[in-house]
């Protein structure tokens, strides 16, 4: 997936849960975040930060990517089930896409993907790594549990599957964050242990664009 062109800029501060305050230049701006983890390891004062120009709204910029001293971490949220299409596209890996679906309403949510009519899919979007761990969640999720457990109960009707799109690509092995969220955790290892699908897949991230590269092992 190309980005497009994207301004450097400088991470100032986040205001709130969507919104962080930027410099690009000179100039002291406001970029839209559409992530809503803590991401305290990412967005440090003084942080290379890479912007895509808004046409509308009353925010410049949207912040697509961070700098680290492991390479660029894109913290776009949106973008996994996205990702994972166009993988699915390329691979036919984990499954052959024959047809699918945005956000379709199940039950009392809506999921993320809807895959050939049978799998139902949740994707979540990893931005933190700790020694080539890559953890989820970053903050409590308690809507991030319940979409689990709905799986689970919908299990009978749909093939569910959770699938964690590590958008960076220093991790080397995935595992559910047990210290920051042991409530998602373990409704994590319930699904897992059902034998329903769980994946996990590393990203290659630059300047240009990011793609799925490959699957990274699960450890529960």
Partial sequence: ???????????????????????????ETTALL??????RELLVEGAKVFLRKKSTGKHSFKLILVETQGGLVCVDSHLPPKLLVEYMGRSSHPWELKEYRYEPRVGRSRFDLLLNGSVLVETKSVNLVKNSVALFPDAPTQRGER????LIELSKRYEPAVV????RSDAVVFSPNWDTDPDFSRAL???????????????EVSTKEIYIKKDIPVKI
């Fill in 189 to 203: 290892r319930e699904f897992y242990e059902l034998g329903f699908t769980v994946k996990a897949f590393l990203c």
């Fill in 164 to 167: 964690f799109v590590v958008q």
């Fill in 34 to 39: 559409r992530n809503t983890g803590r991401l």
């Fill in 1 to 27: 997936m190309e980005f497009g062109e994207l301004v450097e800029g400088e991470f100032l501060e986040r205001v709130n849960r969507f919104v962080c305050k930027v410099k690009v230049g000179k100039r």
């Fill in 147 to 150: 979409h689990v457990r709905e």
